[in-house]
């Protein structure tokens, strides 16, 4: 049902215009022999969308489907007030989270797994230059390339806590490991994005 919505529709239109294919009928691009590291499907946006934009990294590594269930959820995740730019950073951030992952070799596959909504939230932050950065700031990162020194910063960063923590899915899919994180970017980038 939800693919029919007007935002699903929207969502796709504006992706395909760079060249991303938004799978909104499952295996509709697979079928027609799209290049598979060119589609998103629902759930990938849904979950790049909770943790980039509403900081709750959590959330998108522990319950990617329930995101799309319940009403208020995903019309907080699917927000009409976001600028569309917004979705595509928060793809394009998370699946550079990803590669950044894949080309550390002491991390685990389930590492990589826990690591990649955090990575992908905290880089956005630091690119921002804002602990908590507005769906404004996040569009303006759309089709930006982001500086390798702050997403090594952002690596070292997530996994000194993760570590910290156990450094497990439990603790991947709780709600401290993202706090601790939001912390640090509070003492890291104390004023800026305050005249925001």
Excluded: W
């Amino acid at each position: 049902l939800r693919a029919t919505a007007k935002i699903q529709r929207d969502i796709e239109q504006y992706l395909r215009s760079f060249g991303l294919y938004y799978d909104r009928r499952k295996n509709f691009y697979k079928n027609e022999g799209k290049p598979i590291d060119k589609i998103i499907s629902i759930p990938a946006m849904a979950q790049a969308l909770m943790a980039v934009v509403l900081q709750k990294p959590g959330t998108a590594r522990a319950r990617p489907s329930s995101l799309l269930k319940k009403d208020e959820d995903y019309e907080r995740v699917f927000s009409g007030d976001f600028p569309i730019e917004v979705l595509r950073a928060a793809i394009e951030l998370s699946r550079l989270a990803e590669a950044h992952l894949r080309a550390d070799a002491t991390l685990s596959p389930e590492d990589r797994v826990n690591l990649k909504f955090y990575v992908a939230m905290y880089v956005t932050a630091l690119a921002c230059d804002a602990p908590r950065p507005t769906p404004d700031q996040i569009a303006g990162l759309a089709g930006a390339s982001i500086d390798k020194a702050l997403l090594d910063r952002a690596m070292a960063d997530v996994k000194s806590v993760y570590q910290q923590l156990g450094g497990t899915a439990l603790a991947a899919k709780g709600s401290e490991f993202g706090e601790m994180l939001i912390s640090m970017l509070n003492a890291a980038l104390p004023t800026a994005g305050a005249a925001v």
